[in-house]
């Protein structure tokens, strides 16, 4: 995996390349030890001369040589700053990725984002090649978005999105290319919300038509899906509290779905290499329940 040995290094080498062309006057001297050849060279770059990408490429060792206009050494050792935490290691395994949600999300309902990987250098980086590690099923609500509230960037998550977050052929289709190779994302996450406007729409037309409920148009299409499930949810409680049961429910029911009708993630499942997981976000408080039970 090219992709998981490049992103730790890559931010530095750029913000060697930012800390040089700040400090220093001149061309700045690279000396390129390419693991695929049997030499050693030396070339002379200039920033403007050369693109981000080919600065990396094969450069395994970076060593640089030009005059500081501060001090007037002739040599300047590299100082490299610390490089964050989000940007260290890929998830690879269904308990890293679902580690590495539930830390952005807690980054997120403490109010203490990083904005990881939403930077020039992550979209020059992913540009000709992606490796996100987690797919994220959600509703297309506008306050649930999972790059926002899993604190993730871009390359990090496969997203699909639906109104009450059902499935349909087009969509089991897109979450068996994640879990295919290349990608194989390692967990999949089915992503339910409370006071979802798509459940108590369908429950509205359950209480109007138990026998016969629909929404007006195409919207009829997730009202069909969420019923059956609804109405094996017992009222109690407040209606606040009844809509929220019948979001797990449905979100568990999904889960189960996808597992029932795609032969491709099951198969993916059986073999340890990615995890179905049904969550619910919680809108008052940004929280996710993991795993959640209908
Ligand atoms: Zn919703």
Known sequence: MIFVQRRPIYP??????????????????????????SESKFSELTSQAVGRRRFLAGATGIFA???????????????????????????????????????????????????????????????????????????????????????QGIGDLFVTRTAGNVLDDTLVGSMEFAVSA???VPVLVILGHTACGAVTGTVKALKDDPKNPSLPGEMNDFAQEIAPVARKVAEHGTETEHIDAVVRANTVAVAQGLLKRSAIVRKAVEEGKTKVVAAVYNLETGTVDWEVAA
């Open 12 to 37: 530095l080498i750029m913000r060697l390349h930012d800390f040089l062309r700040g400090h220093l006057k001149g061309p700045i001297l690279i000396f390129n030890n390419n693991s695929n050849s």
């Open 65 to 151: 040589l030009a005059t500081l206009t501060a001090c007037g050494a002739e040599v300047a050792p590299a100082a490299v700053p610390a490089e964050p935490t989000a940007d260290k290691t890929v998830p690879g395994t269904p308990e890293e990725a679902l580690n590495a949600l539930k830390e952005g999300n807690a980054r997120f309902v403490a109010g203490q984002m990083t904005h990881p990987h939403q930077n020039a250098e992550t979209r020059e980086e992913v540009a000709g090649h992606q490796a996100p590690w987690a797919l994220v099923h959600g509703c297309v609500d506008s306050r649930v978005s999972p790059e926002i509230v899993f604190d």
């Open 182 to 184: 290349p990608y194989s």
